[in-house]
C-alpha cells in the first residue's frame, strides 16, 4: 500500500519559515518524481516545486528564491524548505509523487500552512 504522509504544517508569522517533510511508503522512493503543491481556500491546485528522480528541480515564479526542495532518497522523504513566507502562501501543501513509465501517480492528505500575524 502506497502512502504519503506530510508534516510540518503550522501557523507562522510573514516572514517566518518552515520546513515540510514527506516520507514516502510502499514505492521505490527513489524511482519517482516527487512535487509539493498546495490549494487555498476557493483556488485551484497549483504546483509549488517539483523535483525529478534525477534531481532535477523546477519552482513557481511566486515561490522562487523563497522555497528550496529536496529530497533524500535513503529516508524516502521529500522535504520543502520555506522561507521568507507571505500570508499568500497559506494553504494545503500537499506531496505528490510520479513515475510516468510505470503510470503511477500518488497524493498525500495535506498538511495546513497558515501564514498571518
Known amino acids: 500500500q502506497v502512502q504519503l504522509v506530510e508534516s510540518g504544517g503550522e501557523l507562522v508569522q510573514p516572514g517566518g519559515s518552515l520546513r515540510l517533510s514527506c516520507a514516502a511508503s510502499?514505492?521505490?522512493?527513489?524511482?519517482?518524481?516527487m512535487g509539493w503543491y498546495r490549494q487555498a481556500p476557493g483556488k485551484q491546485r497549483e504546483v509549488v516545486a517539483t523535483?525529478?528522480?534525477?534531481?532535477?528541480?523546477n519552482y513557481a515564479d511566486s515561490v522562487k528564491g523563497r522555497f528550496t526542495i529536496s529530497r533524500d532518497n535513503a529516508k524516502n522523504t521529500v522535504y520543502l524548505q520555506m522561507n521568507s513566507l507571505k500570508p499568500e502562501d497559506t494553504a494545503v501543501y500537499y506531496c505528490?509523487?510520479?513515475?510516468?513509465?510505470?503510470?503511477?501517480?500518488?497524493w498525500g492528505q495535506g498538511t495546513q500552512v497558515t501564514v498571518s500575524s
Open positions: 505528490y509523487a510520479n513515475n510516468r513509465r510505470l503510470g503511477q501517480d500518488y
Open positions: 510502499g514505492v521505490i522512493f527513489s524511482l519517482y518524481d
Open positions: 523535483m525529478s528522480s534525477t534531481a532535477y528541480t
